[in-house]
């Protein structure tokens, strides 16, 4: 027993350590465009719903008139443009991170069923690449060591539709699911557009600093009349 302690309390600090943020492949790019620019990349791809979606509806033969109208999103599973714009900047990529989650546990169930739809694992390693692009962004973002924001309102999970007994109620459940997904990334992307478009209000931490020492210095111009400024690397960071 004593020789098996140390082992639990290693694991559970390894776990731990594991859960605090997400695990970042390589090392974090400092520019919020080029961050700002593959997750446009990302996104365009899996909005589209040729990977997943269409060969999804044509193998459970959903693809039919009179069966493809049932295939609509579920609402409250995934949030609307509207409140995903009014989200700030850290509560969108951290809703947005949290979405994602979600989809890769969807995935991997759907993907189970149907081995056919090559694509499920190329999205699912796609996603892996746009969330440690979010943790990379995040950190660029001014007053990232911060207290995470709570999820806003209207984003949050409405509650997973009970297992359906019925095959063709389970084929409509996984169709009405993808649907909303690349709805969901589609409104994901006009975000990012919106950002890229004003770049001034992505300003990554890196500036903010120097930012903040000039507005400072104005403010203390008035008071600092006839005496000698400190040179700028005696300033404290």
Known sequence: MRAQLPRRVLLSLVLRLLFLKPVVTGSCSGDDQELLRQLQHQVDFMKDSSRL?????????LDVPGLKEHCQERPGVFPRENALHELSRR?????????????????TILQQNLPKVQDFGTVKRYIYGIRNNI????????????????????TEDSPPPPPASDTFQSKLQGCQFLRGYHRFMHSVGRVFHKWRESPSRS???RHSPHRAL???AHRMQPSMRGKRLMPRGQLSQ
């Open 53 to 61: 979606l269409d060969p999804y509806m044509h193998i459970q033969g």
């Open 91 to 107: 509560g969108f990529l951290q809703t947005l991170n949290a979405k994602l989650g979600h989809v890769l546990h969807r995935l």
């Open 135 to 154: 943790y990379c962004l995040a950190q660029l973002l001014p007053g990232s060591s911060e207290t995470a924001e709570p999820t806003q309102a209207g």
């Open 203 to 205: 300003r990554s931490r």
């Open 214 to 216: 000039r507005k400072g």
